[in-house]
Every structure is written in C-alpha cells, then in structure tokens.
C-alpha cells in the first residue's frame, strides 16, 4: 500500500537527512540524489498520480527536481528526469521568507527520488506523496 506522505531522505556523511546544507567552505556545485522510494507504479495503481514539494531557504541557489525509473532494480543509467518537477533558482530570485513549490505529475513509475543540484543555502525538505 503507497505511503500517504513521506519526506524524501538524502545520504551526506552517511546519515539521512532532510535538511541539505550547502557547507560555507565550498566553492562548487553539489549534487545529491536522495534514496529512491517506490512509485505509484511499484504498486500497479492505474492512475499513476505523483505529488512533490519542496521546502527551500531563501539562500537556495539551484536546481531541485524529480527523477523516475521504470526498472525494478534502477541502476545509476536506469535515472531519468521528470518533466515539469525542477525549481531552478539563481542569486537573483527575490525569495526573502523562502520558498515552497509543488508539483504534479504522472506516470506509472517504479521508483522515485529526488536530486538537488546547488551552490548556495539549502533544501529543507523534500515531500512526496503518491
């Protein structure tokens, strides 16, 4: 039976968190893929509807999206991104209490995870509800 809603997991440092921060001392892009949760798919559901949200800070500078897989057993190359699911954000977005996005889509995926792709501020969480 699908989850009502949970929050995406991403692994730094070995731990899972959902609250990604960008560390001080970095000069480069991140990029984090969270542990991949079963999709509407996975189950057989014939609707295929998929909800996300995303928490971010006012700092964030960006890309959060969501990624798919049909395979039962994705591989690093089984990843693929969904349309209509990225928020991208630059230094000059005016976002000074943050920001929260959502997203629908659908498709009768097997797996789902998120990936943060930034250079600044941080995600403090990512919602899935399928």
Known sequence: MPALSQNLE?????TGTVN????????TTLVYNSIPVKGDGYYGSADGLHTVTYT????????????????????????FNVKDTASVYTVFDDRSFGTVD?????????WVRGQISFTAG????????H
């Open 10 to 14: 991403f692994i730094i440092n070995n």
């Open 20 to 27: 990604v921060v960008y560390p001080n001392t970095g000069t």
């Open 56 to 79: 971010l800070d006012p700092n964030f500078i960006g890309t959060v999206t969501m990624q798919a897989s049909l395979a039962t057993m994705p591989g690093d190359s089984d990843w």
């Open 102 to 110: 959502y997203y629908n889509f659908t498709g009768n995926f097997v």
């Open 122 to 129: 941080s995600v403090q969480a990512v919602s899935f509800n």
